[in-house]
C-alpha cells in the first residue's frame, strides 16, 4: 500500500477563533454561487484574467455530490464545483474548497487529491484547478502539496500541489481591503470572517459594533439592493450574536436604511425572519431549545411562502415539514430572490 504524506505540516489554532455559526457550510455555499468571479479577483488576479466573464459559470454540484459520497452533514468544509469558459474559448473546471477549522491536518489534503484524480478520471481532456481558503488557520505557505511516496519514495513518488489562501494573512491588511470592498463583495465576505475570529461569542458587543460598521460600509460604497440583502445574509449568518444583541443590530439596520433612504433589508425578509426566532425563542422556553427554534423558523417559512406564492401544495408543505432548521434558514434567505417555489425548497 503506497504511504500518504504531506508537505505541509499542521498549523496550531489561532487564539482569536471566534464561535462559530450555525451552518457555515450554507452561508458559504450560497455566497459562492454568486461570487465566485470577484473571488478569484480577488485571491487569484492572474487565474481571473484567464477567463472569459461574459459566459456565465456554471455550477456542477450534482456532479460535486456523486464525486463526495459519503454524507455532507455536520460537515466543516465547503466545495462548489464550477465550469468556466477561458478565454481561448475551451471549458474548464474550477474546485473551490473553504476549510472552516483552526488547524490545517492532513485529511484536508487528501480531500484536495481525492477530488483531483476523480475528476480527472471523469473529465481527461480538460483543465481542473483547484483552489483552497482557510478561514480559521493561521498564515501560512500560498501553495500546499499532497504527496504519495511509496516505500519512502526510493521507487517513485506523486506530489500533488495547489493554491491556497489564508485569510489570517490579511489580517494587517484591512484597510486595503476595505478599499477593495468598494467593487468587490468577496472583500466584505473576508472582512466578515476576520471580524469573526476576532470577536469571541462571549464579547458580544464588540461583535455587535462590528457587524454594524460591516453594514455601513455596503451602503456606503452604494451596493445594490441584491447585493446588500445576500451579504446581509452572510454578514448576519457568520457574525451571529445572542438575543438581545440580535434585536439591537435589526434596529441599527433599520436606522441605517433610514439615514441612506432605501429599504433593502428591513422587509418582508427580514420581518419574517425576525418573526420566526422570536416564535421561535418562545416556543424553545416550552419545548426544548433546538426544537423550539425549528418550529419558529419552520413557522416563518411558511408564512412567508403562502404570502410570496399562495397555498402551499401538499408536497411542498411536507417538505416544509420535514426540513431541518439550517435548511429552513437557507430557504428563509432565497424568499426573496427565487422566481418559484421550487427554487426557494431546493435543498
Known amino acids: 500500500m503506497p504511504h500518504a ?34 473571488c478569484l479577483r480577488l485571491f487569484w488576479p492572474a487565474l481571473h484574467a484567464h477567463m472569459d466573464w461574459t459566459a456565465r459559470p456554471v455550477f456542477r454540484d450534482k456532479e460535486l455530490q456523486r464525486l463526495a459520497g459519503a454524507s455532507r452533514r455536520g460537515r466543516r468544509y465547503v466545495d462548489k464545483l464550477v465550469e468556466l469558459r477561458l478565454r481561448t474559448g475551451v471549458k474548464a473546471l474550477l474546485l ?79 484597510e486595503a481591503l476595505r478599499d477593495l470592498a468598494r467593487d468587490n463583495p468577496f472583500a466584505v465576505m473576508v472582512l466578515v470572517e476576520l471580524d469573526a475570529s476576532d470577536t469571541l461569542a462571549r464579547a458580544p458587543r464588540a461583535r455587535l459594533q462590528r457587524k454594524v460598521a460591516l453594514m455601513r460600509l455596503l451602503y456606503d460604497y452604494g451596493y445594490g439592493e441584491a447585493d446588500v440583502q445576500r451579504l446581509f445574509r452572510f454578514i448576519d449568518g457568520v457574525l451571529a450574536l445572542p438575543a438581545p444583541e440580535s434585536l439591537a443590530f435589526t434596529e441599527a439596520v433599520a436606522r441605517l436604511e433610514g439615514e441612506f433612504d432605501v429599504s433593502y433589508v428591513t422587509s ?35 408564512e412567508l411562502l403562502v404570502r410570496r406564492f399562495g397555498p402551499l401544495p401538499d408536497a411542498a408543505a411536507a417538505r416544509v415539514s420535514a426540513a ?18 421550487e427554487q426557494v425548497l431546493s435543498r
Do not use: N
Not at 431541518?324 to 417555489?341: K, P, Y
Open 5 to 38: 504524506t504531506t508537505d505541509a505540516k499542521a498549523m496550531p489554532a489561532s487564539a482569536g477563533t471566534g464561535a462559530e455559526p450555525s451552518d457555515l457550510d450554507g452561508h458559504w455555499k450560497d455566497a459562492l454561487e454568486h461570487y465566485v468571479e470577484p
Open 96 to 174: 473551490i474548497h473553504i476549510e472552516v477549522q483552526a488547524r490545517l491536518d492532513a485529511a484536508f489534503l487528501s480531500r484536495m487529491y481525492t477530488y483531483h484524480y476523480r475528476l480527472r478520471d471523469r473529465h481527461p481532456e480538460q483543465d481542473i484547478v483547484h483552489l483552497g481558503i482557510l478561514t480559521r488557520s493561521r498564515a501560512g505557505p500560498s501553495r500546499l502539496a499532497y504527496r504519495l511516496a511509496p516505500l519512502g519514495g526510493g521507487f517513485g513518488y506523486l506530489e500533488f500541489v495547489f493554491p491556497v489562501v489564508h485569510l489570517a494573512g490579511w489580517r494587517t491588511r484591512r
Open 324 to 341: 431541518s432548521a439550517a435548511e429552513l434558514q437557507r430557504a428563509l434567505g432565497r424568499v426573496l430572490e427565487a422566481d418559484t417555489l
Open 268 to 302: 418582508v425578509e427580514r420581518v419574517g425572519i425576525e418573526k420566526g426566532l422570536a416564535i421561535g425563542r418562545a416556543k424553545g422556553r416550552e419545548e426544548g431549545r433546538e426544537e423550539g427554534r425549528t418550529a419558529g423558523l419552520r413557522q416563518a417559512l411558511t
